[in-house]
């Protein structure tokens, strides 16, 4: 992990790389609440009571720990959508905030806690209950019922504020938003949920979000170019952890390898502060709860080792460097670790077992693009041969 001194020089580069951008008008220009307001207002004012049977607007502030209900009661097989504006900083100085599709999360009543991939999200409710909202960052969750890891005084860091509308259908969703588009759109905001509702889940087959970080459409199932099974991942001011159940001993032979063609690394600095902390990497995780994850950097030197920065991770996650720079992106690579041997020098004595695989993704500091593709995830040791993918 960074020292202070290196923590020290990420956050001047990203302050002088954020007053470079609004000396030149580069900066994104914070959403505006009340054009937001007002139009979606006046699609609703135009629409019938066939369409909606009813509507509701929710503040929510950053400082505001979970979870803040609003006034709908929602019972299970309603159809509801929402749409959120505004901007949660993590930073502003830096520049740094979280999307609104990763900081606000949804509960009703006592149900599990879940959230969209987009600023707009629509759903069938399984529970009863008030529609609640809470948000996410700069906490983690403890269970699914929407405790936190981390005292609520934490979110007084935090700043911004974020609008929503809660549509409830009088009929089903996918219909509502088509009729409703009919009276126009704002920003694209129907368009694109209609969008998201049509293409369905771009999950890959086997594979599963990690439940507190929540799921994404960043990863997808494709085919590379010697016509083997291919993840591709393409990332921009977003995060996912897709994950896959496996169970092996972890023992002295125990080694993963996989092919992977890095497009573009999250990055340009050195990853291991808190503000620049952007990669893809691939990950094992042990029967312990810990993983170590392998990953390119864009400047640290092979080798390299450290315990994950964030204050929810550390003592969790080990990040250890497999390859460094700009040489080799655009091509296929092949990979192959010791994992017994990986854990032992980074990490202290080896647990007993494999439980996942994980790939990474985060680009939700820098905001930068990143892609990868991933391909011949194969487990091994002196006795078994697991293909992952």
Not at 274 to 296: C, K, M, Q
Not at 343 to 362: E, F, V
Not at 372 to 377: G, L, P
Request: with cysteine; charged share 20%.
């Amino acid at each position: 992990m960074a020292g202070i001194s290196a923590e020290l020089t990420v956050v001047s580069k990203l302050a002088w790389r954020n007053l470079k951008k609004r000396l030149g008008g580069d900066i994104e220009p914070l959403p505006d609440l009340v054009s937001f307001s007002d139009n979606m207002q006046q699609l609703l004012d135009n629409a019938s009571g066939d369409i909606i049977e009813s509507y509701y607007w929710l503040d929510i502030n950053a400082k505001q720990p979970p979870w803040l209900a609003c006034k709908a009661v929602l019972a299970t097989g309603d159809n509801v959508s929402c749409f959120a504006a505004g901007r949660i900083y993590a930073n502003k100085l830096l520049d740094i905030y979280v999307p609104l599709s990763m900081q606000i999360w949804f509960k009703i009543g006592a149900g599990d806690i879940f959230r969209g991939t987009q600023d707009s999200h629509s759903f069938v409710a399984q529970d009863n209950g008030p529609l609640q909202f809470g948000n996410y960052f700069p906490n983690d969750w403890q269970s699914p019922a929407g405790d936190r890891q981390q005292n609520d005084g934490i979110y007084a860091s935090s700043s911004g504020d974020a609008k929503i509308l809660i549509i409830k259908w009088a009929m089903p969703m996918l219909e509502g938003l088509n009729q409703l588009i009919a009276f126009g759109d704002v920003d694209n905001r129907l368009r694109s949920e209609i969008n998201r509702i049509e293409n369905g889940l771009t999950t890959p087959v086997g594979w599963n979000y990690l439940w507190n970080i929540g799921p994404s459409d960043i990863y997808r199932d494709q085919i590379a170019a010697n016509n083997s099974p291919c993840i591709n991942c393409h990332t921009k001011g977003n995060t996912g952890i897709l994950q896959k159940v496996v169970d092996l001993p972890l023992d002295k032979s125990s080694e993963i390898s996989w092919r992977w063609c890095m497009h573009q690394l999250a990055s340009t600095i050195r990853e291991d502060a808190v503000p620049s902390h952007d990669y893809l990497s691939i990950a094992v995780e042990f029967d312990n709860g810990r993983d170590i994850t392998y990953y390119w950097s864009s400047t640290l030197p092979f080798e390299t080792g450290y315990d994950c920065p964030l204050p929810n991770w550390k003592g969790k996650e080990y990040h250890v460097v497999v390859r460094s720079g700009q040489q080799g992106l655009g091509q296929w690579q092949n990979e192959r670790r010791n994992i017994y041997n990986d854990y032992q020098r980074y990490m202290g004595d080896p647990p007993a077992r494999i439980k996942k695989i994980w790939l990474i993704a985060n680009s939700v500091f820098q905001r930068n693009h990143a892609s990868c593709d991933y391909s011949d995830i194969v487990l091994h040791n002196a006795n078994d041969t697991l293909q992952v993918l």
